[in-house]
Nanobody, 115 residues
Framework: QVQLVESGGGLVQAGGSLRLSCAASGMILSTKTMDWYRQAPGKQRELVATITSGGSTDYADSVKGRFTISRDNAKNTVYLQMNSLKPEDTAVYYC?????????WGRGTQVTVSE
C-alpha cells in the first residue's frame, strides 16, 4: 500500500525558510514523478513543483527562484525547500504521485507565513 506522509510545516515570518519532507512507503520513489501541491483557504489546489524519475524539475511561476524540489532516494523522501517565503505562500502543502493508474496524496502539512 502506497503511503505519503508530509512533515516540516509550521509558522514562519515573511522572508523566512522552511523545508518540507514527504516520506514514501510502499513504492520506490526514485522511479516515479513526485509533485508538491498547495491549497490556500478558499482557493483551488495548485501544482507547486515537480520532480521526474529522471531528476528533471519544474516549478510554478509564483515560486520559481524561491523553492527547490529534491529527493533522497536512500531515504525514499522528496523535499521542498522554501526560501524567501511570502504571506501568499500560506497553504496546506501536499505531495502526490501516480502509481499505475491511481493517484496517491498525503494528508498535507500546514505552512503559515506571517507579515
Amino acid at each position: 500500500q502506497v503511503q505519503l506522509v508530509e512533515s516540516g510545516g509550521g509558522l514562519v515570518q515573511a522572508g523566512g525558510s522552511l523545508r518540507l519532507s514527504c516520506a514514501a512507503s510502499g513504492m520506490i520513489l526514485s522511479t516515479k514523478t513526485m509533485d508538491w501541491y498547495r491549497q490556500a483557504p478558499g482557493k483551488q489546489r495548485e501544482l507547486v513543483a515537480t520532480i521526474t524519475s529522471g531528476g528533471s524539475t519544474d516549478y510554478a511561476d509564483s515560486v520559481k527562484g524561491r523553492f527547490t524540489i529534491s529527493r533522497d532516494n536512500a531515504k525514499n523522501t522528496v523535499y521542498l525547500q522554501m526560501n524567501s517565503l511570502k504571506p501568499e505562500d500560506t497553504a496546506v502543502y501536499y505531495c502526490r504521485t501516480v502509481v499505475g493508474l491511481k493517484y496517491y496524496w498525503g494528508r498535507g502539512t500546514q505552512v503559515t507565513v506571517s507579515e
